[in-house]
Every structure is written in C-alpha cells, then in structure tokens.
T-cell receptor
C-alpha cells in the first residue's frame, strides 16, 4: 500500500510568490515523523523540515513551513517568497516502522 | 561536522563486472540506509543497518546485491555481477535513531554498459 502521495508532478510559481506542495500519507502508527527533502538538479538530497506526529505546532524553518493537518493526514510544504534557487524536486517522506518517500513534485520558479 | 561521505561519485562499468560502493555515515549516527533512485521507480530503500547490524534487507532486488557494515564508520554495497538495469543513483543516508531525520550523502551515479 502506498504510504506517501504527492499528487502534483509539476508546479510553477512566480518568483517572490508563495507556493504549497501537497503531501498526504497513510499510516496506522500512533507515532511517526514527516519530512521534506529538496533535490536540485545537481542530485543531492537536502533535508528541509521535520514534523513529529505529536508536535502541537506546525514546523517552520526559515522560508519553509509545514502545514500539518493530522486528521486529514496531510503534511503540505509551504515555501514563502520563492527564489530561483528553489527550483528543484521536492520529496515528502514519512518515518513509521520504515521510511517511505513520495514520488516527488518538480517545482519551477519563474523569474 | 562532516556529512555522509560516499565514494565513488561516479562509476562506469561493463556488464558482468563487480561494483563496490562505499559510505561513511555521520559520526554518532546509529542507523545507516542504502537507497537506489531511478526515473522509473523513484527512491527505493534497499537495506538499513542499526549499530552495524542489518535490520531489513527486503528491498535488496536480488542476490547479486549485498551490503555490509563492518564497523560504525563504514559500509559497502556490492553488486556482483552488475547488469545494465542496475544503472541508477545510489544514496547512503544516516540518522541518530530510527525516527530521526535521515541525512543523505551526495550519491554514487552508477552506469553499467
């Protein structure tokens, strides 16, 4: 069964605008972690942000925030004030008893 | 602190040859993961270790693939014999504990001709 779903294969955003990348997950574990990674064209996987299932507040890291809606099982990534360097693949991942990655969303920032 | 180190960064080999990929995790991290990334299949977890012991190797595609972790600072992924369909980017990642953030190495781009 698929654990992580990213329904947007590609997204475009104007520079300096905000963008939301969607992620839904499926788990019956009471304790889990949700992650977002960025993979630029150079290929490395860069950790962006983490949300624990018991965390009361949404995680934020600079221009990145995670919109965590536990009842809806969604963990959307919000990037504020997009920059050209944000153009990359973005992967949502979940850690339960194993680590699951979504299929990714390709983000292109338009100048 | 140094990140996860992988070598080589690129490997080109011919079908049938043995390939060994190497990984040095972040010091103090007890978990080490090997992933494979292809366009067709995305990111796949191959195997992971806890304190040098293999915990789950269900993602290893077949017996041609083997992984070892002789000590806390070194792991290898070996493919013998290699086939063209093994061409992919292989990532190593490490984390402090099971539910902690995984930090990835730069990856090894493997091409099997």
């Amino acid at each position: 069964a698929q654990k992580i779903t990213q329904t947007q294969p590609g997204m475009f955003v104007q520079e300096k605008e905000a963008v939301t990348l969607d992620c839904t997950y499926d788990t019956s574990d009471p304790s889990y972690g949700l992650f977002w990674y960025k993979q630029p064209s150079s290929g490395e996987m860069i950790f962006l942000i983490y949300q624990g299932s018991y965390d009361q507040q949404n995680a934020t890291e600079g221009r990145y925030s995670l919109n965590f809606q536990k009842a809806r099982k969604s963990a959307n990534l919000v990037i504020s004030a997009s920059q050209l360097g944000d153009s990359a693949m973005y992967f949502c991942a979940m850690r339960g008893n194993q680590f699951y990655f979504g299929t990714g969303t390709s983000l292109t920032v338009i100048p | 602190d140094a990140g996860v180190i992988q070598s080589p960064r690129h490997e080109v080999t011919e079908m049938g040859q043995e390939v060994t990929l190497r990984c040095k995790p972040i010091s103090g991290h007890d978990y080490l993961f090997w992933y494979r990334q292809t366009m067709m299949r995305g990111l796949e977890l191959l195997i992971y270790f806890n304190n040098n012991v293999p915990i789950d190797d269900s993602g290893m595609p077949e017996d041609r693939f083997s992984a070892k972790m002789p000590n806390a600072s070194f792991s290898t992924l070996k493919i013998q014999p290699s086939e063209p369909r093994d061409s992919a980017v292989y990532f190593c990642a490490s984390s402090r504990w099971a539910t902690d953030t995984q930090y990835f190495g730069p990856g090894t781009r493997l091409t099997v001709l």
